[in-house]
């Protein structure tokens, strides 16, 4: 891992300059580790020096409007001041209201946002796991036109969502081919029960390749004599599949799958522009967010985007304590690394290298 | 005995068509539809018969302003790209190569941040846009952009710089570079590839945001094109313009397409090594 070994008579360049600038490290023994305590010390301000500007751009994109949120929710919105009769300039402050609303007068629309908003994740990903599964263990039993396979999945992924949105708004026009194709007039688009299944179908059918491209990366690490071995005691196909490739690639399938639950749970566009907004058939709660923002009560949006936010925490929290999602693989620490790679292995059946590389 | 073992040599590439034409089977629906005319924009034959380019005529009128909506959409893309890996590339160096405290921990938050529901930060940052009059604005659009676009190219980054053996620089160094001209002579021209695919991938990411484009503008000369696509309007009040719309989708997206079958090699190894690893 990124250790960095200098070497010997070699201290690097920038630690020479401020001897004195030693930080924070336990000072080691003084002949076998000083070139490595000097070489820490600077390798620790070039770090700095080079992370710093990412972490200062994310502070201002990401934590201090999470803060802003957080405060905002707090507020009503701007509106008739009772004394002077006047629209008034200031939000008044309301507390906790944006929040306990959500139990009385604003919870319809609400609870409706989340239950859609769980409905479309767990569905999509439901189906786009098994049917990116499915396609994975059949690209990896092609042996040629691959690249022309790994092209053409990436083609669904490549459409702006945006785009799809129109795509399979046209699609499921009255008059559009999918009902020419069941031969039967639904009004896909239009709000209703369809209108959460035509959602589904198109998120399914962009997303699902991308599933399939990973686990086909997570496939092609299993080494052959694995499966080989398999037949020989006797397993049939099935047995293999779920002794084998499935713990195997489990891994990678389950920060896949991570990933893919965290966007649905953010979806916006695809809604938005299928079905259109305020449709509650298929409001979730960035919708429902957006809208608020839009019409300028950002009281209540920001308590509706506080609570999304917690959401997608935790089921991040989730699927990284109880399932074991390892997020940051093989970055970071060595040691922390290591220790949880080992307790890893322990409870797999076979060690299989990390490093997905989709070979031609 | 022949024949199922026919079938088995024949079943995969069956498979692999049925993969293939799941994947392109809508977006061939959208090529074709923007190429029917406007009065049999509802056949359902599958090849547009009178070939037409009448939707794409459309599109390109002034009154729709698309052009201009691609030029918006090329700068805050194109900005967002390059500041997000200008600033990933040093970071990605430090947390490939160095060693430091909290290591785990900075790698840890800037994958998470990556994971924000969008709106939860956009919501605040359009007050605080609207506040300083940053409302129809390029930065409005690119800053917030950042929140996703730099998390994915630290990421991609680090696993492009793991990947290249530390002697190289060790072997600079010894030579008299310093680690910086190390890292400029030896680390950037050969992490190059790795610089381009995630640029791509960055670029893509980028290309397709609607929510913040949406939110932060509601001037038509400054939406990007995906939302002013969305926003097509027809020649009545009633109408779908479902034919220069498509069109439009075709011309967005085809960039990508190009782009994604080009180097798709490049793109698969991007994308599973941040993703999957």
Not at chain 1, 17 to 44: C, E, I, Q
Not at chain 1, 230 to 258: E, M, Q
Not at chain 2, 153 to 172: D, G, I, K, S
Request: charged letters at 15%.
């Amino acid at each position: 891992m990124a250790d960095t070994k200098v070497p010997p008579g070699t201290a690097a360049p920038d630690s020479g300059s401020a001897p004195g600038s030693r930080t924070g490290r336990p000072s080691s023994p003084p002949k076998a580790g000083r070139t490595r305590a000097r070489a820490t010390a600077g390798t620790g301000r070039l770090a700095a020096l080079l992370v710093s500007p990412t972490l200062l751009v994310l502070t201002i994109v990401v934590i201090y409007p999470t803060i802003m949120a957080l405060n905002e929710s707090l507020y009503g919105p701007k509106g008739l001041d009772p004394k002077t009769g006047f629209i008034s300039n200031t939000e008044p402050f309301v507390g906790l209201r944006n929040y306990t609303d959500i139990f009385t007068q604003a919870g319809d629309r609400f609870w409706n946002a989340f239950w859609n908003t769980t409905l479309f994740t767990v569905v999509t990903v439901s189906l786009e796991t098994v049917i990116g599964v499915a396609m994975a263990l059949i690209m990896a039993k092609a042996f040629r036109g691959r690249a022309l396979v790994r092209a053409g999945i990436l083609v669904p992924w490549a459409i702006p969502t945006a785009i799809s949105g129109l795509l399979w708004r046209w699609i499921f026009n009255a008059d559009g081919i999918a009902n020419v194709l069941i031969g039967h007039q639904v009004l896909w688009t239009a709000d209703g029960f369809q209108a959460k299944i035509a959602v589904i179908i198109a998120e399914v059918w962009k997303t699902s390749p991308f599933i399939g491209l990973l686990v086909l990366a997570g496939l092609q690490v299993i080494p052959k004599e694995v499966y080989e071995a398999a037949r020989i005691d006797g397993a049939g196909a099935l047995a293999r599949f779920w002794r084998i490739t499935l713990p195997l690639v489990k891994p990678a399938l389950l920060v896949a799958v991570l990933f893919r639950c965290l966007d649905a749970l953010r979806m916006f566009d695809l809604p938005y522009i299928l079905i259109g907004a305020q449709k509650g058939s298929v409001e979730t709660l960035s919708m429902l967010a957006q809208n608020e923002a839009s019409n300028v009560r950002f009281g209540p949006a920001s308590a509706y985007a506080v609570l999304l936010f917690l959401y997608v925490f935790l089921i991040a929290l989730a699927f990284v304590r109880l399932l074991g999602a390892d997020l940051v693989g093989e970055a970071g620490d060595a040691g922390g690394a290591k220790r949880r790679r080992a307790a890893r292995g322990r409870r797999r059946a076979l060690p299989a290298p990390r490093r997905a590389e989709v070979t031609a | 005995m022949t024949l199922t073992a026919k079938w088995r040599q024949w079943l995969p590439y069956v498979g692999v068509a049925a993969v293939v034409a799941y994947c392109l089977a809508p977006f061939y629906w959208m090529l074709v539809s923007s190429l029917r005319r406007s009065t049999d924009i509802f056949s359902t034959s599958l090849f547009p018969h009178p070939l037409s380019f009448e939707n794409y005529r459309a599109v390109f009128s002034p009154s729709q302003g698309f052009s201009r909506a691609l030029l918006n959409s090329l700068i805050v893309a194109g900005v967002t790209t390059a500041l997000s890996l200008l600033l990933a590339t040093f970071t990605a160096y430090a947390m490939a190569r160095l060693e430091f405290r909290f290591k785990r921990l900075i790698l840890t938050l800037i994958i998470a941040t990556s994971m924000f529901p969008v709106v939860s930060i956009v919501v605040p940052l359009l007050k605080l846009f609207t506040n300083i009059g940053w409302i129809n604005t390029y930065q409005s659009m690119i800053v917030p952009s950042m929140s996703f676009t730099l998390p994915l190219a630290v990421w991609n980054l680090t696993t492009f710089f793991r990947q290249m053996p530390e002697e190289l620089e060790h072997a600079a160094m010894v030579d008299g570079c310093t680690r910086g001209q190390a890292f400029r002579k030896i680390i950037i021209p050969l992490a190059a590839p790795g610089i381009f695919t995630t640029a791509i991938i960055v670029f893509i990411a980028a290309w397709n945001e609607f929510l913040i484009a949406l939110s932060m503008t509601n001037k038509p000369g400054m939406q990007t094109a995906t939302v002013a696509i969305s926003k097509f309007s027809g020649a009545t009040s009633y109408q779908t313009p479902y034919g220069s719309q498509m069109a439009a989708g075709v011309l967005v997206t085809v960039p990508l397409v190009i782009m994604v079958l080009v180097f798709q090699r490049r793109i698969v190894a991007g994308l599973t090594s941040g993703a999957a690893k």
